[in-house]
């Protein structure tokens, strides 16, 4: 228990095939003489509290302005600045793709929905009358995610210190609080409250939203002394807890084995080689600022 059962050298079996480099090449080429009559966009899975902001950053500062929603880098939908591109259909996305000239879209307050996977095979078919498409798109998968207790911690600073009441709830208070809007929303409301602080929120993101909520009572003996998030799982029902949860974890594997891109948080800095060197290897961006951004309040 607690301990992944995979190795460098024992991948698991069930991962689907692993992204072809074609999206990435296209994206890096998208303004060269010899570029292709393919669109490509950047799908960005903004896990919220996990970087995506100093992401959209970096992104307005490697692509044409035009290119980078204004919001955030999330496509606005009639008068929303925040059109919530992550309940669209392909068909919608694909007819927003071809008449808007951005080439990034950003997703962070609906579950990623694991049918955008078909969005390239379907825009790779052939048109009705059989021939080749004039111009079709390509979507580019790229998401950031951070040590679940960072994220945690500073989803509590932002939404419960900063922006949270004059006098701000302590963690556990603010956990429990959360808890209880989460339960009153469905997985895949359409306010931001209920996600904020989601019992294992990384999963929920990556499962399509079907990772289970457990009542306080059966995962949490809160205490003010006590928080939640270090108590351990009751004997009694950490069997039946583990085989629901496992379904939707391996769901959010599966996901994240498909994207051309997954980054640690903590290795995003300049002084982590292994971040600029993704970016650039998979999205052509050479302009490297060592910046970490936050909407408002203090760095976490």
Known sequence: KNVCPFTTTTLPTWLPPTPDS??????????????????????????SKAG????????????????????????????FRDGRVGVWSNDKLKHWIHTHAHRMVSNEWNPFPPERFGYNAQEQQPSQGGSSRSSTSR????????????????????????????QPLSFPKWLQRHHGISKKEPSRSMKVAPHVSRYNYMTWKFSNGTMPLYSSSTLLNVKEE??????????????????????????AIRTLSQFHLVMLTELMSLSAATG?????????WQNMKDIHVVPSGKVM
């Open 22 to 47: 074609k999206a990435s090449e296209l994206f890096k080429q998208r303004h060269s003489k010899q570029a292709e009559q393919i669109i490509p966009v950047v799908w960005y899975e903004h896990l």
């Open 52 to 79: 995506g902001t100093t992401f959209c950053e970096i992104a307005q500062s490697n692509m044409p302005r035009g290119e980078v929603p204004p919001y955030y880098c999330m496509p606005s939908d009639g008068k």
């Open 139 to 166: 979507l580019l998968f790229v998401t950031t995610i951070r040590h679940p207790l960072n994220r945690l911690l500073s989803a509590y600073h932002f939404w419960g210190v900063t922006h949270g009441r004059k």
């Open 226 to 251: 006590f928080p939640p998030i270090h108590n351990n799982i009751q004997s009694s029902i950490t069997t039946e807890v583990e085989q629901d949860s496992l379904k939707s974890f391996e769901m």
């Open 276 to 284: 600029p060197y993704s970016l650039e290897s998979i999205l052509g």
